[in-house]
């Protein structure tokens, strides 16, 4: 056996050194013109961020030569290279396309950005050329276009000869009975489709549109400002600046595309008047004299299924609380928050105590903060920080060499206050919405946690809704809950809220055929149409594409669904705008019978080629009028137009860590992701490949427009019935869950604390705005922070999230998250206070951003160096006697297990049985997955499960649920006559070994003996027997603790998933990589040095 790779001597290893997703504290302000692409600022991120700010942690700066190792291709995501700038505005006065019966077909001015091949652009520059035309105005359901010509059939597709007129013509196709077929050429040639009425879209200057219904009313009612304006503020501000940064003008009466989407959420800085909002619908349920009912306190987010809303406490109710004092004394006597867990404060030596993994689940540490204070904080599934006690300096950071940052999961499903209310009470200076840990100096002021500046509490904020009493404004909700919702009022407005829009874009390539998946998919949407989360407005489209574009026509009265083709990949256009998105209710038929039809159109298609790149320009241009989601299927390498791409994995090479192309090929997917982004929309992609598909090329779309990737390899519907299983059950959570739209968010922290950079799938506007098209509840976000000015005389810090989103109901809506935690001056306090779960998921974040800007090497070393640094530190600072053997605080005690774990993660490891798609897809996880989801796919959970037993089970509405103890993950814990499931967030493995009992394969599993388990096992019956019942209770319960079902597999010794199973088993030796005693051992020996 080849010995394993000892990790790299530190000195070789920079520290991680995050730069992707990074914005630092540049840029300009978005305004909806040219935006500072801050991403693309690594110098400015590395020199103002990472680097300056923890000298002493990461003492080793990137090379000069490695901020930009990629150059030689499109100057891509790494984020390489300073002061690069969105160059072009993503809004212009040109006019959309007219309606297509008026002479020559118009066509979309194509955005250059969209086209690199027409306009090679420089590196440093992003966004040439002219864009699409803003989001003016609403369209909704134009009236028809008068009698069709053109009938959807129920055959094959139409054959449309390649190259014909492919340069000059579109060729508008109706498919089916030639006779029928209709062929349009452009331009020149009237078309035969029927006048519509009115131009498509909106045209600048032209009145609004009617309000959409269920929309808020286009105008609101004068505004009162309490204070004068700040004289800087141009006049626009004055009217209208709103708090998320969003600007409505009320001048005129409608809503109208301000480009100020700079102060999202607020801004920092942006000092505005509080507005006294008069808009009828803000307080359609909330007088400005709080009627008596109903409360403007409800709870009225459903318990959503499968999350328990036991596991989220909130206080929902009144209150006998008086304010904590905030100011002195809130800190106990040292430590004493950690003397309930005396353990707490011991001192491990792990080369002694191996087995430190808690047979329960890891809890996250309790901030170290008066009972008071901390029985108000946000809970730490939403708002966790890597250091709950937060070192007062720099300097002191530095010593620890541990990494300070934080990691959300803001849109969570759970159940939480929301107030409606005419007064959303901010921080005049730093605009903190008011929270718990803010200070009243009296009934009539209260002082910001955040920038220290005291504001007036507004007369309506003294009454108390839940308590009906005048005079207890620390009572109100929002000071007493952590998490909390508001209705946000009118001026929180950009436009009126968008629609829910679903646009569906599929490969119909014969590849994609081949693999089945369109059937599940239309089943799935199908099975789901009526649980999408809408309204009477909900918009649903379809695209699907191979070597040309076809659209689908589901206008209301049509007897069936038309498809027009576009044969002009090379400057796509949209033929029939107007009818190509429609409302879902008013088409429902056409679209189930689209659905319906869809599978059988392509069976005998013989089209290899894939132009996804053209199909994304064509699904970007049918939805920037109003933003909303695109769900983009794809089963192959795109082949065809922009953003075709190239095979580039070299199967021999896979061991290489550095040589593997983890960088885009081109930065065609980044751009319109961008331009997605500026027009509200994201891209989930969904790739079912077997091939090399590039996904950290195709990743981009959805990275940068804040949608999901999903990963389906090998998918088959009859080769790979797990697959197909996944697939369904992930698109009805996929379809079915909670959605925000044209949603920002914003992290402030205490004055003195900055935030440097942010991982996870956005795009950051502004300084510290995060553009979210979409933002759904199953992703997670993190940041990292430094502190820039001592904290000496600061107790306690907060940290505030405010996420601005457009609901599926169509209502804005602000979600703040509020966590406060102690400010420590001793190394040895910082140390007790560390969260090694945060630490662990923020060092994998900054892992990816340097595997992608350096090589995965450099990641692991940095990964491994994070331990040796802080371990060395406590060492040398902390411990007073220097004892043999690997010191570490109890905090810490599973902190090399967790980096070793990671080094042994897909994303990170070494070794030949990663596929490089498969690496990508596990890095875009680590990003953008919530901390608890990382870690169980990390470090998986191991339980005996042969032997069930009632003793300590969980009782859950007269459920008993058996509670095994968490085992090591070692084979050393397994045996051949156990069964035992191992639970890795997304997958549920039960490993059955030869001589399992008998009563085990009978009772639970259903088989007579064990050579009867099936190879292929993913259900286990629900039988009569006590053991079937607890085994069912468990997984159930597993299961109903995360959003997305997991598969559950059965394995035999000699199935294929075998090999998943022991790679988890992360504290064992493989060929490539250490065990975890030899792993201690050398960190032994690196810190002891
Ligand atoms: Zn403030």
Known sequence: MAQPRIPAARSAAAGLQAQNGAASASGSPYTNGPVQNTLMSSQVS???????????????????????????????????GPGQTLTSPLVTSSPLPPSLHSGPVPRMPLSTSQNPAAAPMPSGSFLPGTNPPPP??????????????????????PTIPENTNLTTDHQYVSSGDPALQTSFKKPGSALPLQNPPLPPTFQPGAPPGPPPAGGPPPSRGPMLQKTPPRAALPPSLNSAVNQEGITSNANNGSMVAHSTYDEIEGGGFLATPQHVNQNPRTSRSVGSAYPSLPPGYQNSAPPVAGMPPSSLNYPSGPQAFTQTPLGANHLTASMSGLSLHPEGLRVVNLLQERNMLPSTPLQPPVPNLLE??????????LFRCTLTSVPQSQALLNKAKLPLGLLLHPFKDLVLPVVTSSTIVRCRSCR?????????????????NLCYRVNDVPEEFMYNPLTRVYGEPHKRPEVQ???IEFMAPSEYMLRPPQPPVYLFVFDVSHNAIETGYLNSVCQSLLDNLDLLPGNTRTKIGFITFDSTIHFYSLQEGLSQPQMLIVSDIDDVFIP??????????ESKELVQDLLKTLPQMFTKTLETQSALGPALQAAFKLISPTGGRMSVFQTQLPTLGVGALKPREEPNQRSSAKEIHLTPSTDFYKKLALDCSGQQAAVDLFLLSGQYSDLASLGCISRYSAGSVYYYPSYHHQHNPVQVQKLQKELHRYLTRKIGFEAVMRIRCTKGLSIHTFHGNFFVRSTDLLSLPNVNPDAGYAVQMSVEESLTDTQLVSFQSALLYTSSKGERRIRVHTLCLPVVSTLNEVFLGADVQAISGLLANMAVDRSVTASLSDARDALVNAVIDSLSAYRASVLSSQQ????????????????????????????TNVRLDERIFAMCQVKNQPLVHLMLTTHPSLYRVDNLSDEGALNINDRTIPQPPILQLSVEKLSRDGAFLMDAGAVLMLWVGRNCSQNFLSQVLGVQNYASIPQTMTDLPELDTPESARMIAFISWLREQRPFFPILYVIREESLMKAAFLQNLVEDRTESALSYYEFLLHIQQQVNK
């Not at 020199?47 to 190792?69: E, F, I, V, W």
């Not at 008071?372 to 599934?381: G, H, R, V, W």
């Not at 200070?439 to 009539?444: A, I």
């Open 481 to 483: 809950n952590a998490t």
């Open 372 to 381: 008071d204070i901390q029985k108000l904080n946000c809970n730490p599934e």
């Open 432 to 448: 903190t919405y008011i929270n718990p840990f803010v200070s009243f100096l009296d009934q009539r002021r209260w002082k910001c």
């Open 576 to 585: 029939m705008p107007e009818n190509l998105l429609v409302n879902l209710n």
């Open 136 to 157: 003016l105005s609403w369209q909704y359901n134009y009236p028809s276009t008068g009698p069709q010509t053109n009938h959807f059939p129920h055959v094959a597709q």
């Open 46 to 80: 590395s020199s103002q961020g990472y680097d300056s700010q923890l000298p002493g942690s990461y003492p080793r700066p990137m090379p000069a030569k490695t901020l930009n190792p990629f150059s030689a291709q499109s100057n891509y995501g790494g984020s390489q």
């Open 884 to 911: 043999p053997g690997l010191m570490v605080p109890f905090s810490l005690r599973l902190f090399p297990l967790f980096v070793l774990a990671l080094l042994k993660q897909k994303s990170f490891q070494t070794g």
